[in-house]
């Protein structure tokens, strides 16, 4: 079945770092891919999507692009600040899941002052 | 204001006692669901809706039960809880269940059973 797979927290930097999340995917069809963020205290808010093969996501500086010959959708910000502290979420959804999100473990990013 | 409300935002509760967790969305939404969220196994679906009068189970459906008589409201029902059920319940909701779509999430729900 479809699966997703994100690199493991926390993730550490210093304000002004440059990230990357990584999040690889399993899936029979052509999905669409997401990024969730969790700010602390709050519910999931789509941060960015991509609905096919080399679309590029963007949003608040964040950046993701469909990989599909690598089956990657890796997050990355150029110049991350302190109020970037939360949890990613990776996920996707395609026809062979009757389109239900199928999610990764999410990764804690803590951004330093 | 587009959004979806959980209620209440934190329960403690004690073993077997009966309790409901309510969401309620003003977005018109076909599609709603129930998840859980656990530390290091991300988000697993509870149960979910497709439309009124339509659910089905998620991944992780046992010792829950849900209803969907109205279209903005979606109530999680524990029958008799257990300490296993203590985590974070989202409820979500989105227009329909097609390439690409949107989900919008509530603030959750932080269930402690003792």
């Known amino acids: 079945g479809d699966s997703v797979t994100q690199m493991e927290g926390p993730v550490t930097l210093s304000e002004e770092a440059f990230l990357t999340i990584n999040c690889t995917y399993t899936a029979t069809g052509y999905p669409s891919l997401f990024w969730y963020v969790q700010y602390p205290g709050e519910g999931l808010q789509l941060l960015l999507k991509?609905?096919?093969a080399d679309d590029k996501g963007s949003n608040k500086g964040f950046e993701a692009t469909y990989r599909k010959e690598t089956t990657s959708f890796h997050l990355e910000k150029g110049s991350v600040q302190v109020s970037d502290s939360a949890v990613y979420f990776c996920?996707?959804?395609?026809?062979?899941?009757?389109?239900?999100?199928?999610w990764g473990a999410g990764t804690k990013l803590i951004i330093k002052p | 204001e587009a959004q979806v409300t959980q209620n209440p935002r934190y329960l403690i509760t004690v073993t077997g006692k009966k309790l409901t967790v309510t969401c309620s969305q003003n977005?018109?939404?076909?599609?709603m669901s129930w998840y859980r969220q656990d530390p290091g196994l991300g988000l697993r679906q509870i149960y979910y809706?497709?439309?009124?009068?339509?659910?089905d189970k998620g991944d992780v459906p046992e010792g829950y039960k849900v209803s969907r008589k109205e279209k903005r409201n979606f109530p999680l029902i524990l029958e008799s809880p257990s300490p296993n059920q203590t985590s974070l319940y989202f409820c979500?909701?989105?227009?329909?269940?097609?390439?690409?779509?949107?989900?919008?999430f509530g603030q959750g729900t932080r269930l402690t059973v003792v």
């Open positions: 977005m018109n939404h076909e599609y």
């Open positions: 979500a909701s989105s227009s329909d269940q097609t390439v690409g779509t949107e989900a919008f």
């Open positions: 809706s497709m439309n009124v009068e339509v659910t």
């Open positions: 991509a609905t096919k």
């Open positions: 996920a996707l959804s395609d026809v062979d899941s009757n389109y239900q999100l199928i």
